[in-house]
């Protein structure tokens, strides 16, 4: 991190704090100037949204697909840092497109393919969820265009 004075490139990390669990804060001094600064880092790919079936475009949202993960492996049987490894390969991949806009059955698509190498009863139990949920949406959908009268 370059000095914002001197722009001299050796600066030191006088401490570090994280305000939040997503956010890091590092107070900093150059070594030449002695100017002190503070820096901010945050993780950049949440600011990634969800294109949902619906046409909605959602903030995307890591926790809801480590519930949805968790909630297909039915807790209990696999440890908490086996199942945040499995998510964070499914964001890796999600995250290797470079796409600012991901859809929600491109999510769906990918937390199934790790899924099914991962556990094929979870496999199983997502696609139904999954499905389902896919269903509810295109449902709604119709029902926002003006074909729910008839209910
Ligand atoms: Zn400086």
Known sequence: MRCPRC?????RVLD??????QTVKRRRQCSSCGFRFSTVERPVREEISVLKRSGKVEEFDR???STSVQCALKKGNRRREEVEALV?????NLFKEKSKCLSSEKIGEEVLRC?????KLAYVRYLSVHRTFADLEE?????GEGHGDTI
């Not at 964070?88 to 890796?92: A, G, S």
């Not at 899924?115 to 556990?119: P, S, V, Y």
């Not at 449902?139 to 029902?143: D, L």
């Open 16 to 21: 570090t704090r994280m305000p939040e669990p």
């Open 115 to 119: 899924l099914q190498r991962f556990d």
């Open 63 to 65: 926790q809801k697909i």
């Open 88 to 92: 964070e390969v499914i964001l890796q």
């Open 7 to 11: 722009q001299h490139e050796d600066t």
């Open 139 to 143: 449902f709604q959908r119709q029902i």
